[in-house]
C-alpha cells in the first residue's frame, strides 16, 4: 500500500489533493483538525491532516505486460491469405490498443510516482530552509536565539566560543523565559560566572617560609618582559621593602641591559649581567642574602625550539620559578602556541602585559580555563611601579568587561 499525509484548509480540499494523486481507488486511514503557523502555539490556523493511502502494484502489472509482449508472435493463421480467404485476419490496429490500453496504467502510475517524489522532494528542501533560517537566527546551534545578544557581546570581548557557550548553556539551565528579560540579573551572573572560572591569583609571598626567591620571566619577543621585571622589581623594592637584585641573561639586545640597568640605578639595587652558566651560577651565589632575585630573559620565538631549550639550561634549577609573560594583544591562535612551546620551561603561572592596550581581553580567561594556567600579574600602563597590579579575579572580570 502506498501512503501520503495531506494537509489542507478543509476535508473537500484533502479529498481532491487525493483523488488527484491515488485515484477512485484511495483510502482514508485517518484524519485530524490541527492549528498550524502562529507564534508560540497562538494566533494558528485550523487545517484538516488527512492520512491516505491505495493498494497498486506497479511492478506486478508492468511484468504481466511485459510477459505479453514478449510471448506475443503472430500466428501464420492470422497471416492474409489469397488462398485461404476463410481464416480470420489479423487486427494489427486493435492488437495496438489493446497493448497501449494495458500499459497505459503503468505509464500512468509511473508519472504519478514521479509527480509524488518531486513533491516530496519539495517538502523536504522547504524543511531544510526552515532549519537554515533558525540555525541564521541564532548564536549556536546548541543554545537559544534569546541569548544572542549576550553571545554577542561575549564574542565581542574575546572570549572564545567553547566558553561562550558552556556560559550561556548555564544560564538556560538556571533561568526561566521571562527571567532572560532581566537583562542586567543575566550580566550578574555572567560575570559573576567568568570571575569564578577566572579562579584566585597565584602571587609571589615572600613572607611564606618555602616560598622560591629566583624568579625568572620568560617569553616571546615583543610582550613587554624587561618593562614587567622593572615594575616587579621596583614594588618589592619600593613598596614591600624587599632587599631585590636584577640579573639579566638578554645579552643579544644591549639596549634592553642599558635600559635594565637605568631601572636598578633609579629603583637603588643591585644589576648582573651573565653570559654563560658560570657567571650564572656566580651571581646567584653573589645574591643569596637577597629576599628576591628576578631573571630578565631574552625573547624567544615560539617556533624555535633549539633557543627555548638553550634557555631552559639556565632555568633547569629547582629554585627558579618560571612565569610565562604573555601580550592581551596577541591573538589567541599565537598565545596558544606560546605555552605548547613553552611548556617546557614554566610550570602553570603567567602574567598578562598591555592590558591597556586593547579592549578585547577574554583571551585571559582562554588561558587559564581552557589552557588550565594560573594568573599571577598584569600590567595596565608603562609607569613603574604604579601600572603593575595582582591579577585579583575580581579586577580581571571587571577589566574583560569593561565599556
Not at 594583544?329 to 602553570?348: L, V
Amino acid at each position: 500500500m502506498r501512503i501520503k499525509k495531506y494537509e489542507a484548509k478543509s476535508m473537500n480540499d484533502a479529498v481532491r489533493m487525493i483523488k488527484r494523486d491515488f485515484g477512485p481507488e484511495a483510502i482514508i486511514l485517518h484524519s485530524r483538525t490541527i492549528s498550524k503557523g502562529g507564534i508560540f502555539g497562538l494566533f494558528g490556523q485550523d487545517i484538516v491532516e488527512v492520512m491516505a493511502g491505495v493498494d497498486v502494484n506497479i511492478v506486478e502489472k508492468k511484468q504481466d505486460v511485459e510477459q505479453r509482449q514478449n510471448s506475443f508472435v503472430p500466428s501464420s493463421s492470422f497471416i492474409p491469405s489469397q488462398n485461404n480467404s476463410n481464416k480470420p485476419v489479423f487486427n494489427l490496429k486493435e492488437n495496438i490498443k489493446q497493448i497501449t490500453q494495458e500499459i497505459t496504467p503503468i505509464t500512468s502510475s509511473l508519472e504519478q510516482k514521479v509527480t509524488t517524489l518531486t513533491r516530496e522532494m519539495d517538502d523536504i528542501k522547504e524543511t531544510l530552509n526552515i532549519i537554515v533560517r533558525k540555525v541564521a537566527n541564532s548564536p549556536h546551534p546548541m543554545i537559544s536565539p534569546k541569548l544572542l545578544v549576550y553571545y554577542k557581546n561575549l564574542e565581542a570581548k574575546g572570549i572564545s566560543e567553547e566558553l561562550i557557550v558552556s556560559i550561556l548553556q548555564n544560564i538556560e539551565n538556571d533561568f526561566e523565559d521571562k527571567e532572560l528579560e532581566d537583562k542586567a540579573r543575566v550580566n550578574d551572573y555572567i560575570r559573576d560566572k567568568v570571575t569564578q572560572m577566572l579562579g584566585m591569583a597565584h602571587q609571589i609571598d615572600l613572607d611564606v617560609p618555602d616560598a622560591k626567591r629566583i624568579i625568572a620571566l620568560v617569553g616571546p619577543t615583543g610582550v613587554g618582559k624587561t618593562t614587567t621585571i622593572a615594575k616587579m622589581a621596583a614594588n618589592f623594592s619600593l613598596i614591600q621593602k624587599k632587599k631585590v637584585a636584577l640579573i639579566t641573561i638578554d645579552t643579544f639586545r644591549v639596549a634592553a641591559i642599558e635600559q635594565l640597568r637605568n631601572y636598578s640605578n633609579i629603583i637603588g639595587i643591585p644589576m648582573e649581567v651573565v653570559f654563560n652558566m658560570e657567571d650564572f651560577t656566580q651571581a646567584l651565589r653573589k645574591h643569596k642574602d637577597m629576599d628576591l632575585i628576578l631573571i630578565d630573559t631574552a625573547g624567544r620565538s615560539p617556533n624555535n625550539r633549539s633557543q627555548i631549550l638553550e634557555l631552559k639550561k639556565f632555568l633547569r634549577n629547582s629554585f627558579v620559578d618560571t612565569y610565562l609573560v604573555l601580550s592581551v594583544t596577541a591573538k589567541s591562535k599565537d598565545i596558544y602556541n606560546t605555552i605548547q612551546r613553552y611548556s617546557a620551561i614554566f610550570d602553570d603561572k603567567v602574567i598578562f602585559t598591555k592590558v591597556d592596550e586593547t579592549d578585547s581581553r577574554g583571551v585571559i580567561l582562554d588561558v587559564v580555563h581552557k589552557y588550565h594556567k594560573k594568573l599571577s600579574y598584569f600590567t595596565n600602563g608603562q609607569n613603574v611601579p604604579d601600572d603593575f597590579e595582582v591579577a585579583n579575579s575580581g579586577k580581571i572580570a571587571d577589566l574583560i568587561f569593561e565599556g
